[in-house]
T-cell receptor
Framework: GAGVSQSPSNKVTEKGKDVELRCDPISGHTALYWYRQSLGQGLEFLIYFQGNSAPDKSGLPSDRFSAERTGGSVSTLTIQRTQQEDSAVYLC???????????FGQGTRLTVV | GESVGLHLPTLSVQEGDNSIINCAYSNSASDYFIWYKQESGKGPQFIIDIRSNMDKRQGQRVTVLLNKTVKHLSLQIAATQPGDSAVYFCAEKWNNQGGKLIFGQGTELSVKP
């Protein structure tokens, strides 16, 4: 596609359930980033991929969070045993190279009830 | 989480005036900086970027200034329009820690007609 695509756009889940969020980066982009944004707040860094490897996973809040990227393209962010504090917008971005502009998707709004 | 700080959380300007949004970044090893605009319910939109070998870069109605001595970044918007109303984020590339892109908390710009 022309831009970064994230799915689903909205997700409501019950506390304790697992969720999987998907990011399709712009074709050919080697770098991929995941962020979390709570209402009215800034973007909290979660994880960064260069190709299929993740040089920095330091932002993942707990071991309930994991992410993978396969084929240097699609990435999935998995949250296990969701908690209410996981409710936020999860944003994905990609860039052609690490030091070029990163383009964002529209995000997945996750609500844990 | 890790973030870049901003001097002003809110800024209100009159239509037609110039706007200046400031940002203090934290990592002296950062060599790439980006400004983003985020409208309500949307993902951040790239505005302009600058590398550390420059101190000024101009785009259409926008100028970014970089002062590495005091680790300060600013975004100037000329002839501010109602459509410029949004939250503006600065971001820095932490190249000494794997290359993650770290965002500030954001400044909300409100343009009065």
């Amino acid at each position: 596609g022309a831009g970064v695509s994230q799915s689903p756009s909205n997700k409501v889940t019950e506390k304790g359930k697992d969720v999987e969020l998907r990011c399709d980066p712009i074709s050919g982009h080697t770098a991929l980033y995941w962020y979390r944004q709570s209402l009215g707040q800034g973007l909290e860094f979660l994880i960064y991929f260069q190709g299929n490897s993740a040089p920095d996973k330091s932002g993942l809040p707990s071991d309930r969070f994991s992410a993978e990227r396969t084929g240097g393209s699609v990435s999935t962010l998995t949250i296990q045993r969701t908690q209410q504090e996981d409710s936020a917008v999860y944003l994905c971005a990609s860039s052609f190279q690490p030091n070029t502009e990163a383009f964002f998707g529209q995000g997945t709004r996750l609500t844990v009830v | 989480g890790e973030s870049v700080g901003l001097h002003l959380p809110t800024l209100s300007v009159q239509e037609g005036d110039n706007s200046i949004i400031n940002c203090a970044y934290s990592n002296s090893a950062s060599d790439y900086f980006i400004w983003y605009k985020q409208e309500s319910g949307k993902g951040p939109q790239f505005i302009i970027d600058i590398r550390s070998n420059m101190d000024k870069r101009q785009g259409q109605r926008v100028t970014v200034l970089l002062n590495k001595t005091v680790k300060h970044l600013s975004l100037q918007i000329a002839a501010t329009q109602p459509g410029d109303s949004a939250v503006y984020f600065c971001a820095e590339k932490w190249n000494n820690q794997g290359g993650k892109l770290i965002f500030g908390q954001g400044t909300e710009l409100s343009v009065k007609p």
